[in-house]
């Protein structure tokens, strides 16, 4: 609920890696939502903000778009709810450790450029482009494997932030997912961020947030 007492409202589609992120934040937090799903790339004319892009959280009239400002968002505005205590390790309730600020946003800012660069692929896909005909997807493919080898130097056997169930982990654990299911390109293959997927695929609300599958 939001401070109005209205329903806050999530427009997201089911396979959205974006969305899943702030879908999986929800789940974790116990915050009951409206969800607005359309799987289709809605229209220009039916955008929800100048990105065009979803996820959109709709908070009491309060709108906001990018899946890291949304749980920003939440996590600062709804920083008690927190119902399944017995899942471990918690939900961080920051989204980088306050003494490690500026290493764990440049880590959330390297996913987000990792996920960036995996959704293109999928969607030029739509194009018959691919990086074996296009150079700048090659160059994203690279930029993907490139980010990948750094996170793997960065990620501990416990995760982004050892103790935490981290949105770092989570930024990670959806784009490669979604690069897994829509058969994107290979992304295994680094002991750390293998393990870290494996265990984490049967967290409550990883199982709570399916995404269809739509090649
Ligand atoms: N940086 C954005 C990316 C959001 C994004 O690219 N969403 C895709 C769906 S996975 C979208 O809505 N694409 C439509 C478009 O780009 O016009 C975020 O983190 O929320």
Known sequence: MSGNGALMKLYCSNGSPFARKVRIVLAEKGLAYEADIQDRVRPVEEALGPTLAIPVLDDGGRRLWESDLIIDYLLKTYPDSRPDAAVAPPLSPWMARPDRHWDDMTTLATLASCAGSIVNLRLMRNDDLTPEN???????????????????????????????????????????????????????????????FDRCRTRPSLLATPTNIKR
């Open 134 to 196: 296009s150079a700048y997807l090659a160059r994203q493919k690279t930029r993907i494997e490139r980010c990948l080898d750094w996170l793997e130097e960065r990620v501990t056997d416990e995760g982004f932030a050892p103790g935490w169930f981290s949105i770092m982990d989570i930024a990670f654990l959806c784009p490669v997912a979604f690069c897994e299911a829509r058969e994107i390109m290979p992304w295994r293959g680094r002991r750390k961020l293998d393990a870290l």
